[in-house]
């Protein structure tokens, strides 16, 4: 990559860029990398907010694709020195069938690779996610664990596991001669639950609270920990990753990095009120109003219905076996690792993710605020 901090000369190119996690990337890019020239939006919708970026000084490209497309992926990035691989099926519902969730999360990584070979892409930075080790379908706790810590990573439902055989085809990927014969650097970002300004389980949760006067009702134990990270402090690794690949290659090339900030260790649901009381609601119950075999039972239920409605209409509900065992799991990370490889620093503190994520949900259409 070209050294000069004056003359911007590089070329990103984020899939996925029109997500919820892509969208902060791209907008950050622009604000905190004075190398970039071009930056390329890859993404099967492209959203209407890219036009107020194409005013700025960085050449901002939008490339409406799709990543299971092999000749889209390697057009779009010819020429490109990073990539930045967000784009994903992020399907735990049952929205998505097995084989349409497999196709772009691990065939789309895959022509992703192939991509950087053919057009000499050297730098790829991939996101992967905390699924990719847990929780298990045993439900084993991983409490304030780090990328070394041994589990057993054993996974049966379409997501984590195309998340899992995607983020290995990116570590073996590194070291791979891309054309021109330089060899490709890759690594993985594992987010654990990504919480923030558009994260549509957090706009769920709110409506559904609105449409029950304002309540939401516990259904896990406050002692289950989950994991859970800013969306600004995500998109900040990616940025810094990439920045850092070219001069730290040795050290980072085929290597995983959990994403991880200040957040506080709580339930899933008790860190959702964080955001939710500021803005009207309430979290009833100090324990769970069902116990937790009436809840398999309903959450069985739900997958029952969404089989048998399959023909006629989706249903997807929060809740089913996957997603209740996911919330009833400890999940937790605590490690340094990002830091002592490339110096990495929550760029948001807790108190302002928290402020940005509740003005968020305060600005939201039929806000109680
Ligand atoms: N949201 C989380 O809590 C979380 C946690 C860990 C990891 N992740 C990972 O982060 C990434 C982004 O997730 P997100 O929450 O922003 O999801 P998202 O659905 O908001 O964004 C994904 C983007 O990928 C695009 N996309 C989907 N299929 C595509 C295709 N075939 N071709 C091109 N683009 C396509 C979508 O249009 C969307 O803009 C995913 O890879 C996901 O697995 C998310
Ligand atoms: C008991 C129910 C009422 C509560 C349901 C909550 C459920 C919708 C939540 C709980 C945990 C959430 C997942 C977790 O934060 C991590 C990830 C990893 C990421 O790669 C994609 C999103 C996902 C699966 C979250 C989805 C929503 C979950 C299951």
């Given at each position: 990559m070209a050294d000069s901090a004056q003359v911007p000369t590089l070329v990103y190119l984020v899939t996925g860029g029109c997500g919820f996690l892509g969208e902060h990337i791209v907008r950050m890019l622009l604000e905190r990398e004075p190398r970039l020239r071009e930056l390329r939006v890859f993404d099967l919708h492209l959203s209407s907010w890219l036009e107020e970026l194409k005013a700025g000084p960085v050449q901002v490209t939008a490339i409406q694709g799709d990543v299971t497309q092999a000749h889209e992926?390697?057009?779009?990035?010819?020429?490109?020195?990073?990539?930045?691989?967000?784009?994903?099926?992020?399907?735990?519902?049952?929205?998505?069938?097995?084989?349409?969730?497999?196709k772009v999360n691990v065939q789309g990584t895959k022509n992703v690779i192939d991509a950087c070979v053919q057009t000499g892409t050297q730098?790829?930075?991939?996101?992967?996610?905390?699924?990719?080790?847990?929780?298990?379908?045993?439900?084993?706790?991983?409490?304030?664990?780090?990328?070394?810590?041994?589990?057993?990573?054993?996974?049966?439902?379409?997501?984590?596991?195309s998340k899992a055989l995607a983020e290995q085809l990116v570590l073996e990927a590194n070291g791979r001669k891309v054309n021109g014969g330089l060899p490709l650097v890759t690594c993985a970002l594992r987010p654990t639950g990504i919480y923030g300004e558009g994260h549509q389980v957090m706009r769920d949760f709110y409506y559904?609270?609105?449409?029950?006067?304002?309540?939401?009702?516990?259904?896990?134990?406050?002692?289950?920990?989950h994991g859970r990270v800013y969306v600004g402090n995500v998109?900040?690794?990616?940025?810094?990753?990439?920045?850092?690949?070219?001069?730290?290659?040795?050290?980072?090339?085929?290597?995983?990095?959990?994403?991880?900030?200040?957040?506080?260790?709580?339930?899933?649901?008790?860190?959702?009120?964080?955001?939710?009381?500021?803005?009207?609601?309430?979290?009833?119950?100090?324990?769970?109003?069902?116990?937790?075999?009436?809840?398999?039972?309903?959450?069985?239920?739900?997958?029952?219905?969404?089989?048998l409605l399959r023909p006629l209409v989706l249903y997807t509900p929060l809740l089913n076996p996957y997603t209740l065992a996911m919330a009833n799991t400890t999940f937790t990370v605590s490690t340094n690792k990002a830091q002592r490889h490339f110096g990495y620093k929550p760029l948001f503190s807790w108190e302002e993710s928290r402020t940005r994520t509740i003005q968020w949900v305060q600005a939201m259409e039929g806000s109680a605020w």
């Open positions: 992926v390697a057009a779009a990035m010819s020429g490109s020195h990073v990539v930045i691989h967000t784009a994903g099926l992020v399907d735990v519902f049952g929205k998505a069938s097995p084989k349409t969730i497999h730098y790829l930075v991939y996101t992967s996610s905390m699924e990719v080790v847990g929780p298990n379908i045993k439900g084993h706790p991983f409490y304030r664990g780090n990328e070394d810590t041994p589990y057993e990573a054993v996974h049966s439902h379409p997501y984590p596991c559904q609270g609105l449409r029950f006067g304002g309540r939401l009702f516990r259904a896990v134990p406050a002692s289950v920990e998109a900040w690794m990616h940025i810094l990753v990439a920045r850092e690949l070219e001069q730290r290659a040795a050290l980072m090339g085929g290597q995983v990095y959990f994403c991880y900030d200040k957040s506080p260790y709580k339930s899933y649901e008790d860190f959702n009120m964080e955001f939710l009381s500021p803005c009207g609601l309430r979290l009833i119950g100090a324990h769970p109003l069902l116990p937790y075999w009436l809840l398999v039972l309903l959450a069985t239920l739900n997958a029952l219905l969404q089989w």
